[in-house]
């Protein structure tokens, strides 16, 4: 048994509140929702949230989520409009994050959105996330509980290899469903799509019933994690290959043989979920890592937009 130093809870009445408490006293919990692990820190606690950076190695410039239990607790932080009201009635609680002008006075520690005037806000789907959300009554700053610029956590175990040691507590239940983080939607201005994610563009667009804007190549970067080089493996990603290359392993997708599958059926959903996991796995191998053409439609948008960044040369 490895000697954790990051303390481990279970996702029962006394976990819960025990997370609670942690994080009422300015400590950090690493917590599971259906997109994937998030660390948490009381989004109104300035050292909470400076503690999350320094936990992550995350750059200050990158703004974080506030995690809340509902859309009347996300009112008391941001501006709501017409089109927020259409898409949360639709995507909460759900993997749909909403970028709205900040609300002066709602107390929100200027950390969390590294001083920007707008701020992310979120309703998770998760039983537990939404349960410790409810216990604490609080927005929780969390961005995905993994050192910056590494693979996503889709486990307890995940977060752990990462951060054993600089969080106090991990609350575990178990894998996440969705296992991509989730869509980021501006809606400041014109509603932009800032980050692909667990709710399909196609979903958003019907729901707001306009096309999204589109960030063009060369437009300023609007939701930093938009960084190429990021949810990189320790190995090097060769995309879109049909068959395997000299000491690479396979990620497969549909009926290929390969080391590891993403879907063995094709199924978008499953090999999202499953997507994390398998970069996190194969990476131990300390082989290079090529991957199955994934198609662009649906969740594949969401999915090629990880691997595309796990690929990218390194900064
Ligand atoms: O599914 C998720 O979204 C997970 C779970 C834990 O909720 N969280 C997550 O957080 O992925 P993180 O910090 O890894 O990614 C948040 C992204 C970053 O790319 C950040 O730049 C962007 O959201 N972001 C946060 N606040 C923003 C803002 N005010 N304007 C534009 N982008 C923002
Ligand atoms: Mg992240």
Redesign the pocket.
Known sequence: MIPYRTEYLSADPAGLEQAADYLRQGLLVAFP?E??Y?LGGDARNGEAVAAIYAAKGRPSF????A?VSSVEAAQRYVKWSDEAERLAEQFWPG?L?L?LPLKAGGGVSSLV?AG?D???V?V?AHPTARALLKTLDAPVA???ANPSGRISPTTAAHVLAGLDGRITAVLDDGPCGVGL??T?I?LAGTPTL??P?GVALEGIESALGNRLHLREPGEPL?????LLSHYAPDASVRLNAESQQGGEVLLGFGEVVCDMNLSPDGNLNEAAANLFACLHELDKSRRPIAVSPIPEIGLGKAINDRLRRAAAPRS
């Open positions: 929702t997109t994937v998030g990158n703004p974080l989520i995690h993997p994050t970028v959105t920007l707008t701020l992310a979120r998770p969390a961005p995905s983080e989730s980021i501006g800032l980050r994610g609007t939701a930093p994690g938009q």
